[in-house]
């Protein structure tokens, strides 16, 4: 299957990212173009389109990260609402799309809301990312301030806390040690399922 990018039709093989060079404008008639659909996701930098087509191994990744976000949150007794999909953007400057994100500190300035400005409302407190084709770079997150991103990579989870103005590797400030926790629930679900991996974790915070 080749990419097919016409005014009728957006389609990439599984796998595929495509860059093209584009205006905010062109990228708003791509997204418009795409409307509901989740595939290919779709970002803009400036000056720049890229459209990516996941893997199944993306979605299930994305899926097991955000379950065990969700677990652990659980556990810590924090309240939370999650997304996915999202489309953040800022007019003329950048849109992207998360594989998940979750409202904790900020839950209550988006609670019950079912469009987020993302030049006045807070950012997610945490995003998760899913890189399994070299589609992420953690610095699109900039202009948004993100305080912390979960990025999976190279079956290697990566947390990236907001710095000023540049994002640094650090530990989560939900639950320490978060990277060990990760690698253990997906050496479980490769082994066995996700559901087997999320009974683990939960037996584990159970000590």
Request: proline share 7%.
């Amino acid at each position: 299957m080749h990419a097919i990018i016409t005014p009728q039709r957006i389609e990439l093989p599984p796998g595929a990212v495509l860059k093209l060079l584009g205006s905010w404008q062109d990228y708003l008639a791509l997204s418009e173009q795409l409307g509901d659909r989740t595939v290919p996701r779709i970002k803009y930098r400036l000056g720049e389109i890229l459209l990516m087509a996941p893997l199944p191994e993306h979605g299930r990744k994305a899926s097991l990260i955000a379950d065990i976000v969700k677990v652990l949150l659980d556990h810590l007794e924090q309240r939370y609402d999650s997304f996915t999909p999202i489309t953040m953007k800022l007019p003329e400057v950048t849109g992207i799309e998360p594989d998940y994100s979750f409202y904790i500190e900020n839950w209550k300035a988006v609670v019950g809301k079912n469009r987020i400005d993302w030049e006045s409302d807070p950012p997610p407190d945490i995003v998760i990312e899913i890189d399994v084709t070299s589609y992420t770079d953690i610095s699109d997150y900039l202009p948004y301030k993100v305080p912390e991103i979960w990025l999976l990579k190279n079956n290697q989870i990566e947390i990236y806390r907001l710095q000023g103005e540049v994002y640094t590797t650090a530990e989560s400030r939900y639950y320490p040690n978060i990277s060990e926790i990760v690698q253990q629930c997906l050496q479980i679900a490769d082994s066995q399922t996700t559901s087997d991996a999320i009974r683990w974790l939960r037996k584990f915070l159970q000590g």
